[in-house]
């Protein structure tokens, strides 16, 4: 069964500092993308990043790279220069497609503050 | 551009009512996918709207239903609600087979 794991339920940072969020999957099917969302207080998911399988470079959006180690089945979430806003929930996520349809299968997530 | 915007944001019923969650998806976006986060945990899928049809389910009872309309918006409705239905309710919406999902910021749903 595909499986997203998170073990850091939660992290602390400085400010300016990077921070590596963890995520582990579990997939037999040979294509699927790997996503990371940012959850704040407010409720609202926010698509940060994301990764398909064949993709032979990592990800970056900005501050937001994704270590993808395929062997490992590993996809850390690296934010680089953290800032006080940056504190919030974060979710990774697989894509499981099904025929013509797709769903995204969550982690439980890491809190993660920033302090100045 | 508005985004994906659910209605209510709030919402507290009771053991056994019934409830309706409504989803406009992002302008342009065709389906919608419909999730239910407990408190702590990521969120689950309940289930996928395209065309009007319901075209893939999760792991939930008949007690939930959903709608879609000709304008791509959406409803999610729970019947015979039970107190672990208290989550918040996420919908999102996307465009083709390999965009990443835009999510609204969810409705809370508290049975007492």
């Known amino acids: 069964a595909q499986k997203i794991t998170q073990t850091q339920p939660g992290m602390f940072v400085q400010e300016k500092e990077a921070v590596t969020l963890d995520c582990t999957y579990d997939?037999?099917?040979?294509?699927?993308?790997l996503f990371w969302y940012k959850q704040p207080s407010s409720g609202e998911m926010i698509f940060l990043i994301y990764q398909g399988s064949y993709d032979q470079q990592n990800a970056t959006e900005g501050r937001y790279s994704l270590n993808f180690q395929k062997a490992r089945k590993s996809a850390n979430l690296v934010i680089s220069a953290s800032q006080l806003g940056d504190s919030a929930m974060y979710f990774c996520a697989m894509r499981k497609r099904s025929g013509n349809t797709d769903k995204l299968i969550f982690g439980t997530g890491t809190r993660l503050q920033v302090f100045p | 551009d508005a985004g994906v915007t659910q209605s209510p944001t709030h919402l507290i019923k009771t053991r056994g009512q019934q409830v309706t969650l409504r989803c406009s998806p992002k302008?342009?976006?065709?389906?919608v996918s419909w999730y239910q986060q407990a408190l702590g945990q990521g969120p689950q899928f309940i289930f996928q709207?395209?065309?009007?049809?319901?075209?893939q389910r999760g792991n939930f009872p008949d007690r939930f239903s959903g709608h879609q309309f000709p304008n791509y918006s959406s409803e999610l409705n729970v019947n015979a609600l039970l107190l672990g239905d208290s989550a918040l309710y996420l919908c999102?919406?996307?465009?083709?087979?390999?965009?990443?999902?835009?999510f609204g910021q969810g409705t809370r749903l508290t049975v007492v």
């Open positions: 997939t037999s099917d040979p294509s699927y993308g």
């Open positions: 302008s342009g976006h065709d389906t």
């Open positions: 999102a919406s996307r465009f083709g087979a390999n965009t990443e999902a835009f």
């Open positions: 709207y395209y065309e009007e049809e319901e075209r």
